[in-house]
């Protein structure tokens, strides 16, 4: 069997390893990455990570459910939602609630809505995703800035 590059890299010690991570990072369109940031990243703590997986792993876990439930009854599952969205509980539901909750179900359906949650908030998501956080907040804060 070849020896692989990654073999001696497991080996090296954290300031190694991120000024070696630096370098292939310069090679993919010369970008240039601080070796410190490298550092900082393998230096992170085992808690630190295992916490964000874990995080990710209930996120799907709920998106699997929620997934599940849309798909068995979009209308009761849109149902459900705006009774969070505006704290009714279901169990005590008055009747002027009740005509409220079809007569929007019925527009939802009408106007073929394919998002649940606010467009501001669909937008957010789209634009850190594509741009990172850093981007986005300062975005925003020039857009204060000149209100």
């Known amino acids: 069997m070849t020896k692989q590059f990654y073999d001696d890299f ?4 954290i300031a190694k ?3 070696s991570i630096a370098d292939m990072t310069y090679l993919f369109n010369e970008t240039k990455v601080p070796t410190n940031h490298y ?9 630190e990570m ?6 990710i792993s209930l996120v799907n876990t709920i998106f699997n459910t929620l997934q599940a ?3 068995e009854s979009p209308k009761l ?3 459900a939602m705006l ?3 505006t704290k009714v509980k279901p169990s005590s539901l008055t009747p002027s609630q009740y005509q409220a909750m079809e007569f929007t179900w ?12 606010d467009k501001d908030f669909i937008q957010m998501f789209n634009q850190v995703e594509e741009n990172g956080l850093t981007y986005y907040t300062q975005n925003q804060q020039e857009t204060n800035n000149n209100e």
């Open 39 to 47: 550092k900082a990243q393998l230096s992170k703590g085992f808690e």
């Open 106 to 117: 019925s527009q939802f359906e009408l106007n073929k809505k394919k998002n649940i949650l």
């Open 10 to 13: 497991s080996k090296l010690p």
């Open 83 to 85: 009774c969070l969205d």
């Open 77 to 79: 599952f849109y149902q």
């Open 50 to 55: 295992v916490e964000a997986n874990v995080s």
């Open 17 to 19: 390893m991120a000024q």
């Open 69 to 71: 439930l849309q798909k």
